[in-house]
């Protein structure tokens, strides 16, 4: 029962059986990853370059910062720039840029933005702050939306009033139903997001099976719990079965985390939501319900800004779509690095082109 | 975005509790969680516990971090069946 593993070995045993599964099938795979911290733990392990040429691994819209659109970093900015206004947000949405300027550009003018760890921290700063409005930029997927959800409500229970959201969250299934209803899109499988299913739970990704007759695997963020889940995929690609799997069971539940649900139900509903480079996909974002409208500042103070189409080369939009890879992109490397970023994909440590920057340039060689 | 560390709860005061992560204390929402309790391993994300863990995966997750810092390797050390990453061989 104690008996030692060594992770090397596991992890030569779980390629080995990987590159078997591939030789019986003679063709190519392709999988998706639609969570940023898989495409980062996939690239710092190094993992594109021990697997078999014909498994390729596909970033897919996975990092929330590198999917917010220009529209709502303008809108973002302009709220910034109002004098009674004390923006709270998550770092890495600082240097996203929107149509022409970003939130630290804002900041270095002189407007009150604070990066807090958890958006429970922007209540202190409203209770301390009465005559500022205090908006949250509530920007993620469904791990980190019922965390806003839950300070709206700890805001009406402790009576604050000058605390707002500006909503941007994201849904995952809706946009890979979007992915897959791309006729040029070529996937045979999904490498699902783990904490997005923390909540969400496994259910959610059933219609993958159901629907599109495609497997997926809820995947941890070790190389050995990807690469683990990688087999998995490569497992029913063989069989031509398709099943949603669960191989991150020590923290996902079929049913996800039912609190935390109820609490986003309580607070938002869904809404059509532009994606960066997806464009508007139906029902894949969260608006807050008519109830809780006082904390919402696009109720409570709307603005109109214009829309601007931006002249870029940027290929970000394909690259999230997983339709090119960074170094197709012109501005990859050259123009676009992350110390001087022109694409959210290099923004965020988590976005695609990022993480090939930083882990080689993505100048990698698959094994042979 | 999504990060989440396994940590554990020290203390809870209304709907606050204080988590320990590596030694390093501090307060974590349990509205999204609200069965934790004092004792108990939860996976933290942005101020909220989200997800019940269990000792081991924290302690592997010590363990790894340790290791990422220059510490001997030990993850070989942990016992088979109680490591998560080592469930399945093909």
């Not at chain 1, 996203?96 to 550009?105: A, R, T």
């Not at chain 1, 469904?142 to 009576?159: D, N, R």
């Not at chain 1, 031509?240 to 923290?251: I, Q, T």
């Not at chain 2, 509205?31 to 939860?42: H, Q, R």
């Amino acid at each position: 029962m104690t008996e030692k593993v060594d992770l090397h070995v596991l992890g030569r045993e779980l390629l080995a059986g990987i590159k078997k599964n591939i030789e019986s099938l003679g063709r190519t795979v392709r999988y998706m990853e639609v969570c940023g911290t898989h495409t980062v733990s996939i690239f710092r392990a190094g993992l594109r370059q021990i697997l078999p040429e014909s498994v390729e691994l596909v970033s897919g819209p996975g990092c929330p910062v590198c999917v917010t659109p220009d529209i709502y970093m303008d809108t973002a900015i302009a709220y910034a720039k109002q004098e009674d206004v004390i923006i709270t947000t998550f770092g890495d949405m600082l240097k996203v840029p929107g149509s022409k300027s970003s939130l630290s550009e804002a900041m270095a003018e002189g407007a009150d933005i604070r990066v807090v760890y958890s958006p429970l921290d922007s209540l202190p700063i409203a209770k301390e702050n009465p005559n500022k409005k205090v908006i949250f930029l509530a920007v993620g997927f469904e791990t980190t939306a019922p965390t806003a959800a839950a300070v709206v409500i700890a805001a009406k229970e402790q009576g604050i009033e000058n605390f707002y959201v500006l909503s941007a969250q994201k849904l995952v299934p809706p946009a890979m139903k979007s992915l897959l209803a791309d006729p040029e899109m070529r996937i045979d499988g999904f490498l699902l997001p783990g904490h997005v299913a923390v909540v969400t739970g496994t259910d959610d990704f059933a219609f993958l099976a159901d629907e599109y007759k495609l497997p997926g695997v809820v995947a941890g963020f070790e190389p050995l719990e990807i690469l683990r889940a990688v087999y998995r995929l490569t497992q029913m690609t063989v069989s031509g079965e398709a099943k949603v799997l669960n191989e991150y069971g020590k923290v996902v539940r079929a049913e996800g985390n039912p609190a935390a649900r109820k609490i986003l139900d309580m607070v938002y509903e869904p809404a059509d939501s532009e994606w960066r480079g997806l464009g508007m996909i139906p029902a894949s974002g969260l608006q807050v319900k008519k109830e809780w409208r006082e904390y919402d500042i696009s109720f409570v103070r709307p603005l109109d800004i214009p829309r601007v189409e931006k002249n870029t080369a940027c290929r970000c939009g394909e690259v999230l779509s997983g339709k090119v890879t960074p170094h197709d992109c012109p501005l990859f490397g050259k123009a676009c690095v992350p110390e001087h970023s022109i694409g959210p994909c290099m923004v965020s440590v988590e976005g695609v082109c990022a993480a090939w920057y930083k882990y080689g340039g993505g100048k990698f060689q698959y094994g042979k | 975005m999504c990060l989440a560390v396994p940590a554990k709860v020290i203390e809870i005061k209304d709907r606050m509790a204080t988590v320990e992560v590596r030694g390093v204390q501090r307060p974590a929402s349990i509205m999204l969680l609200p069965e934790a309790k004092v004792g108990d391993y939860v996976l933290v994300h942005a101020g909220f516990a989200m997800q019940f863990v269990t000792e081991q995966d924290v302690a592997e997750t010590n363990a790894l971090w340790a290791e990422m810092n220059g510490a001997e390797r030990t993850m070989t050390e942990l016992p088979e069946n109680e490591r998560a990453s080592s469930r399945i061989v093909p």
